[in-house]
């Protein structure tokens, strides 16, 4: 599904990651932890291709194609969902009518043909149950006065419509009370199946405790240094980044 | 990313054609002998020659302003005509006397007067260069009593009324611009809804520039008599030509005790190149006089012209009247706009509303320039304002200059002002969803015009999204 091969990227001309590899299968949860500063948040941005970030070397290839070489809104229809850290706010244009847009363009992208205001109505109800969001929400603009949590939740009820091939959270956890964060991983979770793969970014590992990873990565100074199953998240938990760190430095 | 903003920009002006017509034209310049010649092409009776006379007297010692927040070269006034008119032979009785050739031009710019004539409910009147052409619908309406006409035909028809109200909004002492309006205006809509009646359709008035080096300088008047209520909108477009041509055009409101005008402009000039080469001069006097318990609504879109100088304006003279005033002004390339409102409390218990949304792309200069006034025998008004701007790229600029007087202590105001631009990060949300950039930056635009839209009649508000997608057809940085 996802082959990452030796990425160089960075934000502003500044290099943030040396070299990182890692290899998604169709149907595996990946989860990739480690400390602030890392380089986490800026995979999920090259991998959907946010301004601003540019890669000087490697390659990502994405269902046998080159990712790095398809416009933004291209690999969104192609099945690429990065759910944000800080999704912006658009005042004035309503909830439900942004996710029917989005919906209907890469409906219309896989050939398939465009839902009508009823059809897509009945599947975002469907979908809505899945995060716990009520109705109201939907005809409010689009992030416009949501609180955090909200925000977090329209992320992931976004997600469930789209059905994209490759979700990539981007801390999504962050700033989430145990309840949200449940809802969250319930999301997740409906999304699951082996013909979706999951990348889990995130600081903690508290979130992976209902979100089962397949596999946990641990990323530090730009590069990948360690993986395991989910035993690893544990230690990680246990015993934090600084085992990492030093049982690295003394390999180099 | 900069690139999609500008293509969607940069699209083409699309009504800029010319129309092959004989035109009745005056030859350039302006002096007594030009007003003297418009009156009496148009059969005017003697008290509106020397109306227009005491105007161009008054012009004359007149200055141009100079305070607003828009840069031209001087107009030479002399150099510009001030009467053009589609040659015809005599009046007409129906749509079907009309020049063919003219009808063709109104059907390019959407406007099938025939079409409007069966389906629409829309009742129209089209002006070309300075003659109304045709009016639709006048059998109807007149059977409530509803008078919508050509002003011309209005001063034959309904003298007193004309006399009555002309210049009782806008005096011809009002402005440079109106001022000269008053003394050379060639035609433009007369309306006037009798006691208690409701307009059963929208009245519609499209205006159209064709003749080069011609001004245009229309005037409307709009009587809403006690209890009446009127939905009137306007639409205007241009030939491209590579000169600046004047439009300097004069409306009068007048709503009656409890009678209610909603005036819906969507204005489209030819906004000039992307050089900024030609386009309109769009300085305009809009303004309502609203009596006791009465209500006047503008609403404006306002996305062409090279520049529009334009503050639609209401006189709350009785106590309980309302004041109401939308706006989107959009200005792209080179365009400068310096629009804004004033609202004039006069009356008990008055209230206004003012929403206001510009949006700058490529080196668009735009200016919010709104006064409320407040005076001592206006107990208990109320004004809200709110004035956004949307910035698109960072080569240009948005001005917001509120003027608040108040001198009466029971007055509530409020004021709010944003500025903010499209970001990157906006784009790339809705990218990242799969939705275009250009999709995305006309979603975003539209959200931000929203509560003004909302205040179009339902067909407009389509056409003025549109218009805004055209407009901005290559902008986003």
């Known amino acids: 599904m996802l082959e990452i091969k030796n990425l160089h990227a960075g934000i502003d001309g500044k290099e943030i990651l040396h070299g990182l590899t890692l290899s998604v299968g169709t149907g595996e949860v990946h989860a990739i932890m480690g400390p602030n500063g890392s380089g986490k948040s800026t995979l999920a941005n090259v991998l959907a291709g946010r301004p601003r970030y540019s890669v000087t070397a490697g390659s990502v290839t994405y269902e046998g194609k080159d990712l790095l070489s398809m416009p933004v809104e291209e690999r969104a229809r192609e099945g690429v969902f990065l759910a944000m850290q800080y999704p912006v706010e658009i005042p004035g244009v309503n909830n439900i009518y942004f996710l029917k847009a989005a919906l209907n363009s890469v409906r219309k992208h896989r050939g ?28 409010r603009a689009v992030n416009e006065g949501f609180s955090g949590g ?7 009820f976004q997600m469930a419509v789209l059905d994209p091939k490759l979700a990539i959270l981007d801390e999504t956890d962050s700033g989430l009370d145990i309840d949200a964060l449940r809802i969250v991983a319930g999301g997740v979770n409906a999304l699951r199946s082996e013909k979706h793969s999951v990348l889990v970014i995130t600081h903690y590992q508290r979130l992976l405790s209902y979100l089962i990873p397949d596999f946990v990565h641990v990323l530090a100074n730009g590069r990948i240094v360690k993986s395991g199953g989910k035993e690893l998240a544990e230690e990680l938990e246990q015993k934090g980044y600084e085992w990492i760190e030093q049982e690295v430095a003394a390999g180099a | 990313m900069s690139n999609t903003i500008e293509q969607i920009a940069n699209q083409e002006y699309k009504y800029g054609f010319v129309t092959d017509i004989e035109s009745d034209v005056a030859p350039p310049g302006l002096n007594e002998d030009i007003v003297r010649l418009i009156s009496a092409k148009k059969d005017e009776p003697e008290w509106l020659l020397q109306w227009r006379l005491r105007s161009f007297r008054q012009w004359l010692t007149m200055k141009e302003p100079t305070w607003a927040n828009v840069h031209y070269p001087p107009i030479d006034y002399q150099a510009s005509r001030y009467y053009s008119a589609p040659k015809q032979k005599r009046a007409l009785n129906s749509l079907d006397e009309v020049d063919p050739e003219l009808r063709r031009t109104f059907e390019k710019l959407g406007i099938s007067l025939e079409e409007q004539k069966r389906l629409s409910g829309v009742a ?27 002003f011309s035909e209005a001063v034959r028809e309904h003298p007193d009324l004309v006399r009555k109200y002309l210049g009782s909004v806008v005096p011809y002492t009002d402005n440079f611009f109106a001022t000269l309006n008053s003394a050379v205006f060639s035609d433009g809509s007369f309306c006037y809804i009798p006691k208690g009646v409701r307009c059963p359709m929208e009245l519609s008035t499209y205006f159209r520039i064709n003749t080069a080096g011609t001004g245009q300088f229309e005037r409307t008047l709009i009587i809403a008599d006690e209890g009446a209520y009127v939905s ?20 009068e409101l007048v709503a009656l005790d409890g009678a209610t005008i909603k005036y819906s402009t969507v204005q489209n000039w ?8 030609g386009g309109i001069y769009n300085f305009v006097t809009k303004r309502g006089k609203a009596f006791k318990g009465s209500k006047i609504s503008w609403t404006q879109v306002e996305t062409g012209s090279a520049i529009t100088w334009k503050y ?9 009247s309302v004041g109401e005033f939308y706006s989107v002004a959009l200005t792209n390339n080179y365009q400068q706009a310096d629009t804004g409102t004033k609202m004039i409390h006069i009356g008990k218990n008055t209230r206004s509303t003012i929403v206001s949304k510009g949006i700058s792309a490529g080196h668009g200069q735009q200016t919010y320039r709104g006064a409320v006034k407040i005076l001592k025998s206006a107990v208990d008004a109320r ?3 709110q004035c ?18 108040v001198r009466n202590p029971s007055a509530r105001m409020e004021h709010e002002a944003s500025t903010s631009k499209i970001g990157e990060d906006q784009l790339f949300y809705c990218q990242q969803r799969g939705i275009s950039a250009e999709d995305a930056v006309s979603m975003i635009v539209n959200g931000f015009c929203r509560e003004v839209f909302r205040e179009l009649p339902m067909e407009f508000a389509v056409e003025a999204q549109k218009l805004l997608s055209v407009s901005l057809e290559g902008s986003v940085g």
Do not use: W
């Open chain 2, 383 to 385: 004004n809200y304002s």
């Open chain 1, 150 to 156: 909200e925000k977090k939740r329209n992320e992931i």
């Open chain 2, 232 to 251: 009137y909108l306007e639409g205007c477009t241009a030939p491209m030509r590579d000169e600046n041509q004047l439009h300097a055009a004069v409306v």
């Open chain 2, 388 to 405: 956004d701007s949307l910035l698109l790229g960072d080569k240009c600029g948005a001005h917001t200059f509120p003027y608040i007087e």
């Open chain 2, 124 to 150: 129209v009147d089209a002006v070309f260069d300075s003659v109304s052409v045709a009016t639709t619908f006048r059998v109807e309406l007149a059977k409530l009593g509803i008078i919508f006409c050509s």
């Open chain 2, 312 to 320: 639609p304006s209401c006189i709350l003279q009785g106590d309980d």
């Open chain 1, 112 to 139: 398939e043909e465009e839902l009508d205001a009823l059809e897509f109505l009945q599947l975002a109800r469907q979908k809505m149950k899945v995060v716990d969001l009520d109705e109201a929400f939907m005809n």
């Open chain 2, 270 to 277: 030819y906004p000039g190149d992307k050089e900024g080469k």
